[in-house]
């Protein structure tokens, strides 16, 4: 388990360009070192607005806006978070406005951690989109048809056998990798041929992560 964190820490805190993933990586190098302590509502809503700005005069200068346009007739589904759309026979594209984050930061650490575990259902980083002046990532994922019902108690199964601990509903924690990991409920996670594929994951860092 420590290999593991360790692996983890120098994927969240390193330099490093990740293989295939460089792209994500630089943003996400960028944002980490230009982020702020946590602080109370009012004040993370700001630096989350101040945050942004920075974000897309950074995407500007290192051609990081995704210049395709998005094909409404593809649309496949939308929820609070983000509109999924077809990109190909093989995959989806998915528009993310990181609402569920405090931060842009705590998205893009978890698109790292979600490629860490899950390379299968991994996500390519292609840019960024303002839409109605709101700003999305692009992100490209294979595209999963389940043909099982996911059965949630193989799913907690899983994750208890990797550490991870149920806390309530469908949301656990892993107080030895130091991350919270929530909202798995059966349209996260997929089933094919017995095999479960995490689609949509929602990861946190804890203070723990940092031990």
């Not at 993370?44 to 974000?55: A, I, S, T």
Request: glycine residues 4%; proline residues 1%; negative net charge.
């Amino acid at each position: 388990m420590k290999n593991i964190k360790d692996e983890l820490q120098n994927i969240i805190l390193g330099d490093g360009p990740i293989g295939s993933s460089s792209k994500l990586k630089q943003v996400q190098n960028f944002l980490r070192k230009n982020a702020r302590p946590s602080e109370g509502i009012e004040k993370q809503e700001y630096f989350k607005g101040e945050e942004e700005k920075c974000l897309i005069d950074f995407a500007a200068e290192h051609s990081l806006f995704y210049l395709n346009e998005i094909d409404e007739l593809m649309f496949i589904s939308e929820g609070a978070e983000q509109r999924v759309y077809k990109f190909d026979d093989l995959n989806v594209i998915k528009l993310n406005s990181s609402i569920f984050y405090e931060y842009w930061l705590d998205y893009f650490n978890n698109l790292l951690i979600h490629n860490f575990f899950f390379s299968s259902t991994n996500y390519d980083f292609l840019g960024f989109k303002i839409i109605d002046e709101q700003l999305y990532a692009v992100v490209k994922q294979q595209f999963v048809i389940a043909n099982e019902t996911t059965d949630l108690q193989s799913v907690r199964s899983f994750l208890e056998y990797n550490s991870f601990r149920n806390t309530r509903n469908n949301d656990y924690i892993s107080d030895d990798l130091g991350l919270i990991f929530e909202d798995l409920h059966d349209e996260n996670v997929l089933t094919k041929d017995g095999i479960l594929y995490f689609i949509d994951t929602v990861f946190y860092i804890s203070k723990k992560f940092f031990d």
